[in-house]
């Protein structure tokens, strides 16, 4: 069967083809996907990863496009997003169940002004809650594990529930069943006072516009921290703020991001992955592991 042909009986006329990967990364870099699709609900899902398996097609799951270097080449294969009741969320006491593809930062808002705290750490953070769920995002306040009391995820062709004693959760990852996909979190949180809550958010806000390049064109933090020191710190000492390949700098505000100045190519932002990782090694024999996911082929340059 056509794999187009395949998909359009499954969702209707809404897959797209060939859609540029760089209008779904933060970074703004990446070429084509062959396959491109919104799913709105559970039966959608289903029914795509079943085919996709039968037919062999690569796919990725896609969240708000943070933490993520698409390749210059593009993805061949049908990359997803979940919308529809993905994005969906209701409050019960100090219980909150969401779907997947809520993002952080509208669910901190909501959150804060029905006065419930624990997530303020997650101020500022961008991307979905699925996504924020696959690498454990947060900061030194905390991290979405601390809150999380159950996950319901998509795999080996059911839906299954985890909850909280079966998932582990270490700095920037959580342990899931191979290509399991994030469906649904359940997060645990207090009582708390509006004000103070609006507050804290406001002032780790402030911190993160003082501290990080939040209006350029990035992906997140680059590398892991590795254990008692900070990986922005390690490539500053190592004088690499403001290094560049093409149009990929290291940013002079916090040297563990890497932005677009314009036009860069995922092959200028491998480049200088590979360079810092190459001198931090050389000056403090520490080796840097990444925390941006790279996706595509051809992609080393």
Known sequence: ??????????????????EPLSKHASLRIGGPASYFLELRNIEELTNVVEFSQK???????????????????????????????????????????AGAGVKLATLVEKLAKRGLAGLEFASGIPGS?????????????????????????FSDGRVKILNRKEINFSYRHCELPDKAIVLEVKLGLKNGKKNDIINKIKESL????????????????????PEACEAGKLIETAGLKGARFGDAEVSKKHANFIINCGRAKAKDVYNLVEKIRE??????DIDLELELKIVGKGIKG
């Open 55 to 97: 037919e062999n097609l690569d796919s990725f799951v896609l969240g708000e496009g943070t933490n993520v270097l698409f390749s210059d080449e593009g993805f061949g294969g049908l990359v997803v997003q979940l919308k529809g009741e993905f994005e969906k969320f209701s409050i019960e006491g100090n219980q909150v169940t």
């Open 1 to 18: 069967m056509d794999i187009l042909d395949g998909l359009q009986k499954l969702v209707g006329n809404r897959v797209r083809v060939d």
């Open 279 to 284: 001198t931090v090694k050389e000056k403090f």
């Open 206 to 225: 402030k911190q993160r516009k003082k501290n990080q390049p939040v209006s350029t064109l990035n992906a997140g933090c680059v590398f892991r921290n």
């Open 129 to 153: 809650l699925g996504g924020a769920i696959v690498i454990n995002a947060g900061t030194k306040m905390g991290s979405i594990g601390d809150v999380t009391r159950e996950i319901k995820i």
